[in-house]
């Protein structure tokens, strides 16, 4: 099995494109952020990427319906350059799998003419905050200048765990500018505050204009929707842990 | 070495063929439902399946004779439609296994010219109940109307783990369609009545006659043999355990 | 990288041969007994077998030189049958890393004309007995009288875990004959009496005969080896683990 | 994606050269040895390794770039041999791992004509002493007494795990001698003490002379900045188990 199963759903034309990746990290932060962002702009998918290296699930969705969980590209056309949109429920589970696909959306990348990715995320601080820093951290000395332009902090240590930083170091070896966008935040609890830090430093740097109105209400629904299905699955996950213990106790039941 | 090691025993010509899977999960519910339905059918094992992402061991059959731990298909030639049932032990015992196994069940299946597949499972609640729902979800929205009409209920929200949800998921990629029966389960439990509800529906939607008087008495077998078998096992799980932790304590302790 | 790395140190010519696997598992019995037959018979190393999927260690000897860990192969030539023991101070470390192995094993039994298997093990039950049972399974029904004949006891029930089940399963799908003789032991300590109950029956069956004196010494020497060298490498392990953690908690902390 | 992506930055002519390994390990003994001695002898980094098999992570350096986790080469011109040192930031995190990148670190070193080895570690003891003794091992019983002569002590008993393990023990099978070196130190602190006890041993038998006043400094700054960096790394440790758990508790909460 491919690392990575590829459904194209539309092959665009893409100027320059930009990718932008919010896959799920520390508060959410880049998840919140690029699927906001996505969806004010009104992106358009384009890709879906499946993979033995997500977790064997699937979604049941509002009208009955299944979605193998995965990872998905939206395109929007903008004026200097395009944008692309990495998204997803879930990373790569085990850390050579978080290799593998950042190798796999590299390759992608490279396919799609991509000239520079910035990657969103939280830097988790234990601490509450009104006003949440942006700090920054790049592949390309040169470019820290006018990320400083924008209100990117820069500070040296520290370490940028998964996708965001996996595109930015195997990116790094293939020639490809990157950008990881870290909102500071408490690192426990969804924080829409952290994500909307975020998306002003980015759009300013993209000089792209988005609403940011819905951008609460959206980790609040995030928020509800957690709890309420948390507890099916929580029910679900404890009772798959039970039986196989159970089965594994007992491989010898059947027949 | 290969991911699956398929033994043929007997190549059927099979009529427009649905595959009716039931491996163990969530209060054995799609398992029982599974195995008592091909023995009241008769159905017959055609093909066995061994893989390196099944548990390394074998059981001890009641003639002293050895089976290694395995998947099995059965036929069974209907009416409209022939059966292929897939049952087995245990499902893949690592995430990505989970996906290589169910991709390889796909290839068989197509292979087969299955039409369609019924993934069979619990929906643990943590809770009892005297007539369990049954709980659907589908590749196809076009389906939900004729299953809600044999009594199943869709709701979204949740997830579905395993073979059952990946079946589902893969399949729907290769336009393969696919339904899930989720029987309302404890989750804790060995559900007979859960499977029963089960299997009311399935047989509902196939056009089919079974006996459900074996049913009870086939769980409460299994829950005997399991605290007899179990004994044992756990002795020698211990044991295994404890000598693995000292043999890796003091690996230079011989010659 | 290989599955196996295979050193050849000879080509005996072998008359069919049978193998005798004594891998490490509950009470050692498997292992105190083979090594134990080996040595008596002064049966001669030829091949030795490496793999990633042994512990990443290396043990240091008495003289101060180093030895990989690895499986190794002794030959003997009998009266009817020639004798390969299989040995080695670890199995393989992940579930589907014992399929692995076991696979290479048979290949090189093929290769080596191996007609039967008997792989050794024990039964752990949690109790003491002054006289255990040495217990039975096979992958060949014909072959019980003669076992039985030989005291061995067939009962049903429970599972074989490792080497000794898969090489009897992996075997099975390739023709191959295979024995488990499982001595009935506690569990949690090194047990002589086990493998020498196991070693009575097995030479009965293979119609040799050799010293038993030296066995409860091997077992006691083991232990005391164990007890010893236990401590150094169990200083080294805590260490390990605590560096590993200190070195997680900081992957910054260099340069 | 391959074991290892090799970057070249320099391909140097070399004389008969010596490799000297000093990953991270118990105390981080050979570590700070190896990062000493390259330092003060001005050693040029010619080689990085980078690996799906090291932890999926980028540093954010001082300067605000980021680095991605590797193993680097770095070569010396001496006198009588030319020495290569291969220095990183982890090992492979996976027991398999630790063997395949030992392999392609011996492939490099035959590449390299590398003739012998020198692997550098602690041997943790639980105590502190004030003149760490220097323990060996080596592939080649001929190499002891003059290893003796430089007041490394030869005992047997023990393990030594990981690449310091596995480059001695994979390299012995393709006929490369090594020698390990290791420090006696506490193990659960670095030890700056039993670096400098190996680097004495080591430059006696390489006939070189290095300065140490600055080891004991380096292993306080190493201590200092594992401190600092500590706490970031570890709030966001904490964040991104938190954030798993939460998404994996409910994987259906997006869209």
Redesign the interface.
Known sequence: ?ETV?V?ILEEPELNNPIMVEGL?????VG?LAA?HMLDELGAKKFMEL????L???????????????NMELHYWKGKKNDLIFLTG??Q?????????L??KILDLSKKLNVSKIFTLG?????GITEEPTVF??????GM?KELEAAGIV?????????AS??L???G??RGIDGV?LMGE????IIDAKSAKAILKALTKILDIEIDMTELEKKAED?EK??S???K?????????K??QE?????????R
Chains 1, 2, 3, 4 share one sequence.
Do not use: R, W
């Not at 939280?122 to 234990?126: A, I, K, M, R």
């Not at 500070?155 to 765990?161: P, S, V």
């Open positions: 099995m199963i459904k799920p990290g520390i508060g959410l998840k699927d499946y993979s033995p290296y977790p064997p699930q699937v979604m049941i969705l509002d009208d009955g319906t299944i979605k193998l969980v429920e879930f790569g589970i085990t850390p050579e799998s978080q290799y593998l950042s190798e939280g830097l988790g601080t234990g920054g951290a790049t592949t390309n000395k820290i820069f500070k040296g240590g520290g370490a940028i765990f998964g930083g996996l930015l170091g195997l790094m070896l990881c935040t408490h690192g426990q995030t929707q957690m309420q299905v948390g099916i699955i929580s029910e679900q996950k404890k009772a798959i039970k039986q159970f089965i594994e106790e007992t491989p010898s039941y059947i």
